[in-house]
């Protein structure tokens, strides 16, 4: 049974336990209440305590794979400029588009009651004025930031700890690379030890909010699923028109190019089995040069992955939604800006892993609680098809626009 599917049988016996005990005898429900909530507790502590190394390595390691990348020449210095224009815009897309699509959605009082109960919140955040928040993004102290897992600061701190190591010797640099290297692995090492856990996580999680809160909280779910899958739609259509302008394309020729490594990419749910079909794409649909299609289509799914802020915003959003926490402008910004950093360097994790490494940053950094992030993990493989057409229409898209932006192109072979 695979590791998906055990959570999946987790969240649906936690539900059932949890409304069987909620219909037929409130008391014993509370009594469950209680004591699955320290299970579900200990299990997301177990998970958090290796947030704070993880993404400080991750961050320090994708600084020098984009250096080592960058070194290779003008154009791969031009895609790693597209893969920074198009994840920025796909961030700022989420942050403007999830909360306001979960404003308009009907949001039970009662839910919010119930979840506080079951998972409590921390306080709401106090509203950060620009100034703050900007005089903020650079910690007085890594330690202390570390400490305080006060995400922005200590990626600020992993930013230039990572450029710094390109300015020093070849060696240490790589010795230092290593270092790193080894405590992302142990890192999630130790994160598939807590995931082998996390059915009974989730369930103890799920029973403990479905005995307080009711079915209620099964549809929130799946409106967060469908705001999700939305948003990885909406960003594969938009991707279209940005292949016309910079790309140079014929909004017909792009989508009938692209189709066969879309239907790949849906069928296998991964970026890198779709790369032969998005090379073939490029190169004989599209007319891309040789040279650009092998060098742009395994960088980009090496380091790119447009939908990734995009679902650490939108699990961020939620969270907000379901707890009734309105998250300033100031904030909302900086995990837009925190996301597209820590995207760069988790391209190369396990779906579930990379989840809650990544999520649980950019939840943080908008003041939220991360506790309710155990349940999204149950469903978090469901919109895995959007999310994966929407990655391989990037990685066509952004080397279209390198191809263009080098001048250069090949006729496309004959239909």
Excluded: K
Excluded at 32 to 50: D, K, Y
Excluded at 319 to 345: D, F, H, K
């Amino acid at each position: 049974m695979s590791s998906t599917t055990r959570i999946l049988l987790g969240l649906a016996l936690g539900a059932a336990a949890g409304l069987i005990l909620a219909w037929f005898d409130p008391a014993h429900a509370a009594r469950a209440v209680q004591f699955a909530q320290p299970i579900g507790r200990l299990w997301l502590n177990a998970l958090q305590m290796t947030v704070v190394p993880l993404v400080l390595a991750l961050v320090i390691i994708g600084v020098s794979a984009a250096n080592d990348a960058a070194a290779s020449g003008r154009t791969a210095r031009r895609a790693l400029v597209v893969f920074a224009l198009l994840l920025s815009a796909g961030a700022a897309f989420a942050a403007i588009v999830a909360p306001l699509a979960l404003s308009l959605l009907p949001r039970d009082p009662a839910l919010i009651d119930s979840l506080r109960d079951a998972i409590p919140a921390q306080a709401a955040p106090a509203a950060v004025g620009f100034a703050d928040w900007f005089t903020a993004i650079i910690p007085t102290n890594a330690i202390a930031a570390a400490a305080q897992s006060a995400m922005l600061p200590l990626v600020v701190f992993a930013l230039f700890f990572g450029f710094a190591l390109t300015r020093i010797d070849a060696t240490r640099r790589e010795r230092m690379v290593e270092f790193f290297q080894a405590i992302a692995d142990t890192m999630i090492v130790i994160v598939q030890w807590v995931l082998w856990a996390a059915p009974l996580g989730v369930f103890a999680l799920v029973l403990a909010v479905c005995a307080s809160a009711g079915a209620s909280v099964l549809s929130a779910l799946g409106w967060y699923i469908a705001l999700l899958c939305a948003m990885y739609l909406a960003v594969t259509l938009l991707l279209y028109p940005v292949a016309v302008v910079f790309g140079g394309t014929r909004l017909r020729r792009f989508a009938a190019a692209i189709l066969p490594a879309q239907v790949v990419a849906a069928s296998t749910q991964s970026s890198l089995a779709s790369l032969p079909a998005m090379v073939e794409s490029a190169r004989d649909r599209l007319g891309q040069p040789r040279a650009v299609a092998a060098l742009v289509l395994p960088m980009a799914v090496s380091l790119f992955r447009i939908t990734s802020p995009m679902q650490y915003i939108g699990a961020a959003s939620f969270v907000a939604w379901i707890y009734g926490i309105e998250v300033p402008a100031a904030q909302l910004a900086a995990a837009a800006a925190l996301a597209v950093v820590v995207s760069l360097g988790s391209v190369g994790l396990p779906g579930q892993v990379s989840f809650m490494a990544t999520t649980m940053p950019v939840t943080a950094a908008m003041g939220l609680p991360v506790a309710p992030l155990g349940l999204l993990l149950a469903v978090d493989t469901i919109p895995d098809v959007f999310a994966t057409v929407g990655n391989v229409s990037a990685d066509l898209t952004a080397s279209s626009v390198v191809a263009r932006a080098e001048g250069s192109s090949e006729p496309a072979a004959p239909a």
